[in-house]
């Protein structure tokens, strides 16, 4: 099984930052994708950023030029959120996609999801 620990939520400011990180950890072999969702309410998941192992990475249109999603070593990923908007508030799950030794196979795995709230 894989265990996804995140942090780095809270309350901020219009215009300011926030770095949400998330530790995988469990029987992994290999994690070729980690990415970060969210989900505001009344509204459906959607795909903020995603980073497939290798380096290459994509973003929601509404993010683009404000969220950096990056990755330290194999089992953790970050994302660095400037220039927050009232309209990022949401709940923000970590989402990775591992090879592990209990399914021998690629399986998707949710965190339990960080609240991100932009509010003056």
């Known amino acids: 099984q894989v265990q996804l620990g995140e942090s780095g939520g809270g309350l901020v400011q219009p215009g300011g930052s926030l770095t949400l990180s998330c530790a995988a950890s469990?029987?992994?072999?290999?994690?070729?994708?980690m990415a970060w969702y969210r989900q505001a309410p009344g509204n459906e998941r959607e795909l903020v950023a995603r980073?497939?192992?290798?380096?290459?990475a994509t973003y929601a249109e509404s993010v683009k030029g404000r969220f950096t999603i990056s990755r330290d070593n194999t089992k953790t990923v970050y994302l660095q959120m400037n220039s927050l908007k009232p309209e990022d508030t949401a709940i923000y799950y970590c989402?990775?996609?591992?090879?592990?030794?209990?399914?021998?196979?690629?399986?998707?795995?949710w965190g339990q999801g960080t609240q991100v709230t932009v509010s003056s």
């Open positions: 989402n990775v996609r591992a090879f592990t030794t209990s399914t021998f196979s690629v399986s998707t795995y």
């Open positions: 469990g029987n992994i072999v290999e994690i070729p994708e």
């Open positions: 980073m497939i192992n290798g380096g290459a």
